[in-house]
């Protein structure tokens, strides 16, 4: 099975920045896609970010020109880079993959934890 394990998390002023990571680790094929949501208490989940095997990135409007994607894929791993934060940006942030486990042909989702962003005013 796969672990997504998520860091960088905490407490920052508005106006601050953050770096969450996250790694993906045991019996994977490829990751086709990895990414961002969070989600805030009484609010729906949403897409804050991801990227593609290829390189190619999604984020969410009120997130573009604040927040970087990127990925490591030999590392199984994916970086959000969060600047000139807002208070509204306070939510637990879940990494999410989409992984083939033994062909590119069958795909899975994964969910991490969770780590919890809390901008201050």
């Known amino acids: 099975q796969v672990q997504l394990v998520e860091s960088g998390g905490g407490l920052v002023q508005a106006g601050g920045s953050l770096r969450l990571s996250c790694v993906a680790s045991?019996?994977?094929?490829?990751?086709?896609?990895m990414g961002w949501y969070r989600q805030a208490p009484g609010k729906q989940r949403e897409l804050v970010a991801d990227i593609t095997s290829g390189g190619g990135t999604n984020y969410a409007d009120s997130v573009k020109g604040r927040f970087t994607i990127s990925r490591d894929n030999a590392k199984n791993t994916v970086y959000l880079e969060m600047n000139s934060l807002k208070p509204d940006d306070t939510a637990v942030y879940y990494c999410?993959?989409?992984?083939?486990?033994?062909?590119?042909?069958?795909?899975?989702?994964?969910w991490g934890q969770g780590t919890q962003v809390t901008v201050s005013s």
């Open positions: 045991g019996t994977i094929f490829s990751i086709n896609r």
């Open positions: 999410h993959a989409i992984v083939a486990l033994t062909t590119p042909i069958n795909t899975y989702i994964y």
